[in-house]
C-alpha cells in the first residue's frame, strides 16, 4: 500500500518560545502565544508587520498574558489593522479584544464566527506605513482563510494554509481538500514569495520545495484513503480511519476522521468513489467505484 511521504524540515531561525517576542527582520516580529498543545505544537504565532505603523496578523486566543505581551510590543507605534487569516479559536478570538485596545479595525474575509470591521477578498492591500500586506484568498483548511503577501520582503504570512513540520487538518464541511490543493498550487507557482511566516512553527525557506512536498504527501495520503476505501468499503468515514490512517495515533482521532472525510470527498470528486448522501453529511456511506 503507498504510504504518505515525510515532510522535509526546511525551518530556519529561532525557535518559538511562548510569550518571547523575535524580530525576524526589521520589519516583522514574531510572537507565539502561550497556548501549545497537539495540534497548535508550540502555539499560535501572532505578526507584527511595519515599524512606526503596523498591522498586526492574527493576534491568537484570548488570553490575556499574550494579550499584554502584544500591547507592549505596539506600545508607541499606530495600529493600522488587526488582520485575521481565518475564524479559527486559536487565531481569532483575541483580535476584537486588541482592536478595541487599540482603536484599530479587525480586518479579515469574513465568515459567521468572525465579526469583522473590514472585509476583505482577494488582492485587497493593507498599509503599514511605506509596508504594503496583499491579501491572497486560499481556502482550504477554511472557507474564509487569507494569506498576507508582502511584496517588498517576499514574506508571505500563511496562517494554517501552511505550518512547519506537519500538514493541516481539513474539516469539512467547512474545510474542502480540493480547494486546498489548488490554494497550494498557486503559492507554489507564485512569483516573489521567498519565506513563509506559518501560524504554528518557524520560519520556512525554500517555499516552492515546502508546498511541492505537501501536496505530493496529500495525493500519497489520498491513494491510501482509495485503497482503505477499495479494500475495507463501503464504510463512514469514522469506519475507514483506522485504515486510511492507521500511522496516526488514536490521540488524533477526530481530526484523522475529519481529513479522512475530505479526502472521502476529494474522491466522489474524481469520479473514484460514490457516497450515500450529500456531501456535508460525516455519517454519509462511501463506496469506491468500479476501477477502469
Do not use: K
Request: hydrophobic share 45%; net charge negative; aromatic share 4%.
Amino acid at each position: 500500500m503507498t504510504q504518505p511521504v515525510a515532510l522535509p524540515d526546511l525551518a530556519v531561525g529561532p525557535a518559538c518560545e511562548p510569550g518571547e517576542p523575535v524580530a525576524l527582520d526589521e520589519t516583522v516580529t514574531r510572537i507565539t502565544a502561550p497556548n501549545p498543545s497537539i495540534m497548535t505544537g508550540p502555539g499560535t504565532n501572532a505578526y507584527l508587520v511595519g515599524t512606526s505603523e503596523v498591522v498586526v496578523i492574527d493576534p491568537g486566543p484570548a488570553i490575556d498574558s499574550h494579550l499584554d505581551a502584544l500591547r507592549g510590543l505596539i506600545a508607541g507605534r499606530r495600529v493600522a489593522a488587526i488582520a485575521v487569516t481565518h475564524h479559527h479559536r486559536d487565531h481569532a478570538p483575541a483580535a476584537r479584544l486588541l482592536a478595541d485596545a487599540v482603536g484599530a479595525p479587525v480586518v479579515g474575509l469574513g465568515h459567521d464566527q468572525l465579526d469583522v470591521d473590514v472585509a476583505i477578498t482577494e488582492g485587497s492591500e493593507l498599509a503599514a506605513g511605506p509596508d504594503v500586506l496583499v491579501a491572497w484568498h486560499t481556502p482550504g483548511h477554511a472557507s474564509d482563510h487569507l494569506c498576507f503577501f508582502a511584496p517588498a520582503s517576499g514574506w508571505l504570512f500563511t496562517g494554517d494554509h501552511v505550518m512547519q513540520g506537519s500538514t493541516v487538518v481539513i474539516g469539512p464541511p467547512d474545510g474542502d481538500l480540493g480547494a486546498y490543493l489548488s490554494s497550494l498550487e498557486r503559492i507554489r507557482d507564485a512569483d516573489g514569495v521567498r519565506r513563509l511566516a506559518p501560524g504554528h512553527g518557524r520560519v520556512l525557506e525554500s517555499p516552492a520545495a515546502v508546498i511541492e512536498a505537501i501536496i505530493v504527501h496529500r495525493r500519497a495520503r489520498g491513494t491510501v484513503v482509495l485503497d482503505a476505501l477499495r479494500e475495507h468499503g463501503p464504510g463512514t468515514p469514522a469506519q475507514l480511519r483506522p485504515f486510511a490512517y492507521a500511522d496516526v495515533g488514536s490521540d488524533r482521532d477526530v481530526v484523522a476522521t475529519a481529513t479522512c472525510w475530505a479526502h472521502l470527498r476529494a474522491l466522489v470528486e474524481e469520479g473514484a468513489a460514490s457516497s450515500s448522501s450529500h456531501r456535508d453529511d460525516p455519517e454519509a456511506v462511501f463506496t469506491a467505484t468500479t476501477a477502469a
